[in-house]
């Protein structure tokens, strides 16, 4: 392995705290970037759902 140890491997000769919050920052964009559109689908199958509902109540009367 590259480093000796995993302090070594946190540090990275006075860098790491710039790679890791690199890794933070981009894993953050990438989580961000499924979830909100996976939550605005979901949230559209719901307001669709309950429209049709709403549709079918309305034909009863």
Known sequence: MYFE???AAWHMDGH?????MA????????V??????LA???R??????ADQ???AGDSQL
Do not use: D, K, N
């Open 5 to 7: 140890s995993l302090a």
């Open 53 to 55: 509902l709403r549709q």
């Open 44 to 49: 559209h199958l719901r307001w669709v759902s």
């Open 32 to 37: 961000l970037m499924v979830w909100l559109p």
């Open 16 to 20: 790491g705290s710039y790679v890791w």
């Open 40 to 42: 605005r689908f979901r």
């Open 23 to 30: 890794y933070a920052l981009t894993t953050m964009a990438v």
